[in-house]
């Protein structure tokens, strides 16, 4: 039976303005998505470092338009398009906005401020946060003590919260935030390899940095509607229509080939530098 989120599912991230799917991925795939993000070149070439507060690195690489590699089936699949159209509101087609490996390693990995991820977007000119959501699929295991993904549950009914510069990162503001934590209840997000995250874009959330001798890799993907352009960015695969693929496509392909330099629009080293 192929996967689909269940009506009490889809509640549930409306409430809480996340959803934990655990084993989203067999065991099998995960293995495949870790040896490329290890081995990948065109991955390596385009990582930079992200710096926090206190100076230490996160490291990542982005691309926005995903293509015939393992992580560009896993963005594209059936099971993940279809559970992010059931969560986002409106029904126009789904849109890949862009997608990030999270290299966080053992002892250098840097924290992430408290944020929202519409508190950057709608500075993109996108007007609608129901319509966008991030997902995060752990490629090694996320725990307190290497820095996993902590959200404040049901804080994306706030609405967007202002946001200010902290270091090399934009933070919301740290007033609201502390409200937030008097009101709501701080969840920390512990994750097996292949076990997914969906979270909302007005969902508040911070991670600490990684102090432990095991690394925290992700994958997170950021999805968008056709129907809710950028006016201020020009970011054509966030209103570009997914082509969708069967869901083995991932576990059949023939991982050798890697990502395709070239073929895939990464964000440069140069304008990530640019940018923060
Ligand atoms: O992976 C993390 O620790 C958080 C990253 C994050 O929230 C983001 O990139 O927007
Ligand atoms: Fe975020």
């Excluded at 560009?72 to 986002?88: A, N, Q, Y």
């Excluded at 966008?132 to 996993?148: D, F, H, L, P």
Aim: aromatic share 10%; net charge negative.
């Amino acid at each position: 039976m192929a996967f689909t989120l269940t009506d009490e599912q889809v509640g549930s991230f409306r409430e809480n303005g996340y959803l934990i799917i655990r084993r989203f991925l067999e065991p099998e795939e995960v293995a495949k998505l870790h040896r490329v993000a290890l081995a990948d070149e065109a991955i390596r070439k385009n990582s930079f470092d992200l710096n926090d507060q206190a100076g230490k690195k996160t490291k990542l690489a982005l691309w926005f338009t995903p293509g015939q590699d393992v992580y560009g089936l896993l963005t594209r699949s059936e099971r993940m398009v279809d559970s992010v159209h059931k969560l986002l509101d409106g029904n126009a087609p789904v849109c890949h906005f862009h997608s990030k490996l999270m290299q966080k390693e053992p002892r250098v990995g840097g924290a992430w401020e408290w944020h929202q991820d519409y508190g950057y977007w709608y500075k993109n000119g996108y007007l609608f946060p129901d319509q966008m959501i991030s997902v995060m699929v752990a490629i090694t295991e996320a725990t307190k003590e290497n820095g996993c993904l902590q959200v404040i549950k049901k804080s994306h009914k706030m609405g967007r919260v202002e946001h200010g510069f902290a270091g090399e990162q934009v933070g919301a503001s740290m007033q609201y935030v502390e409200f937030a934590l008097k009101t709501m209840e701080l969840v920390y997000v512990e994750l097996k390899p292949g076990d997914l995250l969906f979270f909302h874009s007005n969902i508040l959330h911070r991670s600490e940095a990684n102090l432990s001798d095991s690394p925290r890799w992700s994958l997170i993907s950021a999805y968008n509607r056709q129907s809710n352009p950028p006016y201020i960015t020009d970011t054509p695969s966030s209103i570009t229509p997914l082509q969708t693929v069967p869901d083995e496509a991932l576990f059949l392909h023939d991982e050798a080939g890697g990502i395709l330099e070239g073929n895939t629009d990464f964000l440069s080293v140069e304008d990530a530098k640019a940018k923060s």
